[in-house]
């Protein structure tokens, strides 16, 4: 693991009474922190966390330490869903997937849906099959004398979207990487006319080619750049 990043993410316990989770801004996000910490600290243990971040996608828990208040809200916000989700730990393909940045596009739905469905006082059921192969729907939920079946479909994010989110994590990943612990210079980002007309065509070969040449030249400019510079990538 970088040496930034491994300085960023520590040991990997998370307390409510300080860092990102103490803010008080976090306590009115979600009724319990210390609730919802648990199940992160479950869910993300820090063989895990080396896992990701090795991988190059650390974006996947960049909230777990700070950052952005969006980043530690999604965090907060997943883990309190888990609370309301009777034996989630139990469901080992769900949890593999929250694990899994290809995963987790479909898995976290399938949380905050479930998390929802409990909030309102319902109590949906994995539908029983014969086979492993058999079709069924994501949910049972009991409603009087009818069972209900919910099946849950995801819209993926327009390829532009995609690729700015990419661009976004990777960007804050890099700088953090480079800085290692000490205060960030006050330095001026902007996307070259270049860089955004390669987004929104194809996600993987955006990730696959341009992305590595743009985090090249943060690094190089997070690295030789003076406080008030305006980098154009």
């Known amino acids: 693991m970088p040496q930034g990043v491994a300085s960023w993410f520590g040991d990997s316990t998370w307390s409510h009474k300080q860092g990102p989770f103490g803010e008080p801004w976090c306590r ?67 949890v593999g997937e929250l694990r899994a940045p290809r995963g987790y596009s479909r898995a976290r739905p399938e949380v905050g849906i479930w998390a929802g469905l409990r909030r309102v006082g319902l109590h949906p059921l994995v539908e029983q099959a014969n086979s492993a192969s058999a079709k069924r729907a994501d949910w049972l939920v009991p409603c009087g004398r009818l069972n209900v079946a919910i099946e849950l479909k995801t819209l993926s994010d327009p390829t532009y979207e995609r690729d700015r989110t990419e661009l976004w994590h990777a960007f804050a990943t890099t700088v953090e990487d480079v800085r290692r612990g000490c205060p960030p210079a006050a330095i001026a980002w902007t996307i070259s006319d270049a860089v955004d007309s390669c987004m929104g065509r194809d996600h993987v070969q955006f990730c696959l080619q341009q992305l590595p040449a743009v985090c090249g030249e943060i690094r190089s400019a997070v690295a030789a750049s003076d406080a008030g510079a305006h980098v154009r990538l």
């Open 28 to 94: 009115s996000h979600v009724p319990d922190v210390p609730a919802a910490l648990e199940q992160l600290q479950f869910l993300y243990p820090r063989d895990v966390i080396d896992q990701l971040v090795n991988a190059g996608y650390a974006r996947l828990v960049y909230g777990l330490r700070g950052g952005f208040k969006s980043w530690v809200g999604e965090m907060l916000q997943l883990g309190s869903d888990l609370t309301c989700c009777p034996e989630w730990r139990e469901r080992t393909k769900l």
